[in-house]
């Protein structure tokens, strides 16, 4: 079974940074696609980061590409987001995806959260001053 745990959450101020972490078991970390997504409350699901385990492709929403980097620690298992400039609308409960296989980007250029079948419990940021 496909264990995904999260940490790094926490309360920042605007402009600061945070960096997640998800630890993937490693039945699926070698070859499948890994994303963050996040929710808001009273929002919908928005994807933030994704990534191929087996390959060097990297896939980022709209609002948060230039600020937010997601990497990969394949020693360890690990899959990061480095989270920097941030801001209040980027508070939200930040999920771990995995799929086994490749990422499938639709048109707008993120892979749909129904592609992942397994998911942490999150991580809450806040951003707030």
């Known amino acids: 079974q496909v264990q995904l745990v999260e940490s790094g959450g926490g309360s920042v101020q605007p402009g600061g940074s945070l960096r997640l972490s998800c630890e993937v078991s490693?039945?699926?970390?070698?070859?499948?696609?890994m994303a963050w997504f996040r929710q808001a409350p009273g929002k919908e699901r928005e994807g933030v980061a994704a990534?191929?385990?087996?390959?060097?492709?990297?896939y980022y929403g709209d609002s948060v590409k230039e600020r937010f980097t997601i990497s990969q620690d394949n020693a360890r298992n690990l899959i990061y987001l480095q989270m920097n400039s941030l801001k209040p609308e980027d508070t939200a409960m930040y999920y771990c995806?995995?799929?086994?296989?490749?990422?499938?980007?639709?048109?707008?250029?993120?892979?749909?959260?129904?592609?992942?079948?397994?998911w942490g419990t999150g991580t809450q940021v806040t951003v707030s001053s």
């Open positions: 990534l191929y385990t087996g390959g060097i492709s990297k």
């Open positions: 490693p039945s699926i970390y070698s070859r499948g696609c």
């Open positions: 995806a995995a799929e086994n296989g490749v990422c499938w980007p639709r048109s707008n250029g993120f892979p749909e959260s129904t592609d992942f079948d397994s």
